[in-house]
T-cell receptor, first 115, second 113 residues
Framework: ETGVTQSPTHLIKTRGQQVTLRCSSQSGHNTVSWYQQALGQGPQFIFQYYREEENGRGNFPPRFSGLQFPNYSSELNVNALELDDSALYLC??????????????FGAGSRLTVL | QQQVKQSPQSLIVQKGGISIINCAYENTAFDYFPWYQQFPGKGPALLIAIRPDVSEKKEGRFTISFNKSAKQFSLHIMDSQPGDSATYFCAATLESSASKIIFGSGTRLSIRP
């Protein structure tokens, strides 16, 4: 059984650029959620995808968008990068809409630095 | 808004001692309270969780104490070991919201040998 894998592990962008982060779900999981973890803080919920549709969103602007693919993998896209977007971006998978829905399996994250 | 408040920010405990981390929540609708453990360079991993219909849950050396009337819950680590050194996050969620979990700000725990 493979866990959640994320790529890239580290990347550096400049303000105004766009970035795409990728996530492969744990085998058997059909729901993906994305979290932003600023340095020294707890993760903050960005959004969740279930059956390829956004199914819940946190307090993040529309320039944060995502996709889920038929194999349950996912992408997080951030446009018009700002300095405050510098953070660890975590992907988590779960069994959506079931008794295991609250049990998240996190990946190791993608560390984004915006200069 | 900070819906889950966690303290202390950092904690140093001697090997074999008891580590205690406290959390308070605001939304009385929350119905699932997990604790996550995060090691450097890794994502958070579920450690133990409780629902508000019980006041305590124990798994090995880890115990959650839950006080529904005070809207507080805490993690106790008995016989703390150097391998327990990590950042711990309390969290809360609505089971109906599935993976939208509200995390506390974290406690960096160091166990001194």
């Amino acid at each position: 059984e493979t866990g959640v894998t994320q790529s890239p592990t580290h990347l550096i962008k400049t303000r105004g650029q766009q970035v795409t982060l990728r996530c492969s779900s744990q085998s058997g999981h059909n729901t993906v959620s994305w979290y932003q973890q600023a340095l020294g803080q707890g993760p903050q919920f960005i959004f969740q995808y279930y059956r390829e549709e956004e199914n819940g969103r946190g307090n993040f602007p529309p320039r944060f968008s995502g996709l889920q693919f038929p194999n349950y993998s996912s992408e997080l896209n951030v446009n018009a990068l700002e300095l405050d977007d510098s953070a660890l971006y975590l992907c988590a998978s779960s069994l959506g809409m079931s008794s295991g829905a609250n049990v998240l399996t996190f990946g190791a994250g993608s560390r984004l630095t915006v200069l | 808004q900070q819906q889950v408040k966690q303290s202390p920010q950092s904690l140093i405990v001697q090997k074999g001692g008891i580590s205690i981390i406290n959390c308070a929540y605001e939304n009385t609708a929350f119905d699932y309270f997990p604790w996550y453990q995060q090691f450097p360079g890794k994502g958070p991993a579920l450690l133990i969780a409780i629902r508000p219909d019980v006041s305590e849950k124990k798994e090995g050396r880890f115990t959650i104490s839950f006080n529904k009337s005070a809207k507080q819950f805490s993690l106790h680590i008995m016989d703390s070991q150097p391998g327990d050194s990590a950042t711990y996050f309390c969290a809360a969620t609505l089971e109906s919201s599935a993976s939208k979990i509200i995390f506390g700000s974290g406690t960096r725990l160091s166990i001194r040998p």
